[in-house]
């Protein structure tokens, strides 16, 4: 079976995301019922793991080539075990908070020596942004928060973002009070393939983009400012204030913290490919695909689709999304395969992350 390659082309060593920037609402729903199943997560930050523990399955296998993202699901673990609530998101940088030094040292002896050292190290960073605010995407959005969008709006303009309004009134103040000819300048520069590349994701991720991500951001705003509404919109918030407001991250909310808190022992964490997994002969109800396949040209994305298939248990379901590589189940899986066209639909009208330009999700038959 060939390999992703990505393994060998992008840095795996440094925090990437420190949060998930993926919908996690979305995901669960898609997943659909799982009680007492498999599940496997592409782990990142690890939210949506810990998101997919809330759907009572056996186990979620949380897998990462990146030993750093799989340390952000371990420090999440300590936290849920050893912080409450609110301390949980002060720490996570959702909240203002004079204390996150504090907080963290409460969980080191929670974790294994090379993880704490790890984050001990990270410290600094962490008491002035949370530990969701350290990774390299994240450090993107504060150059822009801090250096960029106020060439382009004013605080109160930011801060009208997020009164709920109407669907009318959301247009109205989209087109006649944000979307200025700085701001669409600005757009065009900070948001273009090179500046992400290098700020915000690896190079190595644009390896197979075609056309423009400033173009592509331009269109999502639509979608996230005027179809959905700011006010209930966690990641917008993050990018625009740096904080969260009332609305939260499916796994953040306090609803759901003691259910996840008393689920943690089903999670099993694994540094290395989603390859790895499958070789083990292990079968799965269910698959966190995040957007790996944009990182794979499409002979690499059909070996490894297969190795999923391989891998998977009568009826089970592969959720992914593409921002700006077009990825669906190749032609050779027809037989074996089919597109939960509705599901897919819902999750597009309703997905806050609004970066990406397909959700797709597809079950075995």
């Avoid at 298939?309 to 190749?330: D, E, Q």
Wanted: charged share 30%; net charge negative.
């Amino acid at each position: 079976m060939k390999t992703a390659d990505i393994a060998s082309r992008a840095n795996f060593e440094a925090i990437r995301y420190a949060q998930l920037w993926e919908d996690a609402d979305v995901l669960i729903d898609a997943l659909g019922d799982q009680k007492d199943k498999t599940l496997v997560s592409i782990c990142s930050a690890g939210d949506n793991a810990l998101a997919m523990l809330l759907l009572d399955p056996k186990k979620v296998v949380a897998i990462d080539l990146s030993p750093a993202q799989i340390a952000c699901l371990e420090i999440r673990i300590a936290a849920y075990k050893n912080l409450d609530h609110l301390e949980f998101l002060e720490l996570m940088g959702a909240r203002v908070s004079t204390r996150r030094t504090e907080l963290l040292d409460r969980l080191l002896p929670d974790l294994d020596k090379k993880t704490a050292e790890f984050w001990s190290s990270q410290t600094a960073q962490v008491d002035e942004f949370g530990i969701g605010g350290v990774g390299k995407f994240e450090r993107y959005f504060q150059i822009f928060r801090k250096h960029v969008l106020p060439l382009a709006q004013s605080s109160a303009t930011i801060d009208e973002v997020f009164r709920s309004k109407s669907k009318e009134e959301r247009e109205h103040f989209f087109n006649k009070h944000w979307n200025n000819w700085r701001w669409k300048l600005l757009l065009k520069v900070f948001f273009s393939n090179f500046v992400m590349g290098r700020l915000g994701r690896d190079p190595a991720f644009f390896d197979h983009v075609e056309g423009s991500l400033a173009n592509h951001v331009a269109g999502r705003l639509n979608h996230a400012g005027i179809d959905l509404d700011p006010s209930e919109n966690p990641y917008l918030h993050y990018i625009l204030k740096g904080i969260q407001g009332k609305a939260l991250p499916l796994p953040w909310r306090e609803e759901h913290y003691s259910t996840i808190r008393d689920r943690l022992d089903r999670l099993e964490l694994r540094c290395g490919s989603l390859e790895a997994f499958v070789a083990t002969g292990e079968k799965a109800d269910g698959f966190n695909l995040s957007d790996i396949f944009e990182y794979m040209n499409e002979d690499v994305f059909t070996d490894v689709y297969r190795s999923i298939v391989n891998a998977s248990n009568p009826s089970a379901r592969l959720v992914y999304w593409n921002m700006m590589v077009p990825r669906r189940m190749p032609a050779v899986f027809k037989e074996n395969m089919k597109s939960l066209t509705e599901v897919e639909k819902k999750g597009k009208s309703m997905d806050k992350a609004f970066f990406y330009s397909d959700f797709v999700v597809e079950q075995v038959r």
